[in-house]
């Protein structure tokens, strides 16, 4: 190759590399499968979280589920809707993740319905099943309103 001591001479039909398009098409393709990775990966991370919340969720339906049954019985929990703190406060004991707030109802020894929260995450129970809901569930809940009567008509616009 090397002639007298000077530099091979390159031959253009003999190229090692790659042009900067060839490069750039790559970088393209490899950025596209990475955005896709990407998202994959943080659905699933949300699905297992909504997972967790429901689970999470279950074991405290079933913990009060049991502590109503039990307390027919005893008659620690009636019937009716119970605050997550007041349920704590009657001496419910749960492993695991315990709801931040919400509220339940108990109707002839079970939770028929409810709205648990866990930080940002809600799961509702409706008809005594537990499902991941995204948005807050205790939105629908307003407490009543006393007026005062002052002796004429008074209307009200509710939205």
Same mark, same amino acid.
């Given at each position: 190759?090397?002639?007298?001591?000077?530099?091979? #001479?390159?031959?253009? !039909?003999?190229?090692?590399?790659?042009?900067?398009?060839? +490069?750039?098409?790559? #970088?393209?393709?490899? $950025?596209? =499968?990475?955005? +896709?990775?990407?998202?994959? &990966?943080?659905?699933? =991370?949300?699905?297992?979280?909504?997972?967790?919340?429901?689970?999470?969720?279950?074991?405290?339906?079933? $913990? %009060?589920?049991?502590? $109503? *049954?039990? *307390?027919?019985?005893?008659?620690?929990?009636?019937?009716?809707?119970?605050?997550?703190?007041?349920?704590?406060?009657?001496?419910?004991? &749960?492993?695991?993740? !315990?709801?931040?707030?919400?509220?339940?109802? &108990?109707?002839?020894?079970?939770?028929?319905?409810?709205?648990? =929260?866990?930080? /940002?995450?809600? $799961?509702?129970?409706?008809? @005594?099943?537990? @499902?991941?809901?995204?948005?807050?569930?205790?939105?629908? =809940? %307003?407490?009543?309103?006393?007026?005062?009567? !002052?002796? /004429?008509?008074?209307?009200?616009?509710?939205?």
């Amino acid at each position: 190759m090397y002639s007298k001591g000077r530099w091979p #001479i390159m031959n253009k !039909k003999n190229k090692n590399g790659f042009t900067l398009v060839e +490069l750039m098409a790559v #970088i393209v393709i490899l $950025a596209i =499968i990475v955005l +896709l990775a990407f998202n994959k &990966i943080k659905n699933s =991370i949300k699905k297992s979280s909504e997972n967790a919340v429901v689970a999470n969720a279950n074991v405290f339906v079933k $913990a %009060v589920n049991d502590a $109503a *049954s039990t *307390s027919r019985i005893t008659g620690q929990y009636e019937d009716g809707e119970y605050e997550v703190s007041d349920i704590f406060d009657l001496g419910l004991s &749960i492993s695991g993740t !315990k709801p931040d707030d919400g509220f339940i109802t &108990i109707s002839e020894g079970i939770v028929t319905k409810g709205c648990l =929260i866990y930080e /940002s995450d809600f $799961a509702i129970i409706e008809d @005594s099943k537990v @499902s991941y809901i995204k948005e807050d569930c205790t939105l629908g =809940i %307003v407490e009543p309103t006393t007026f005062a009567y !002052k002796g /004429s008509e008074e209307t009200y616009n509710v939205t």
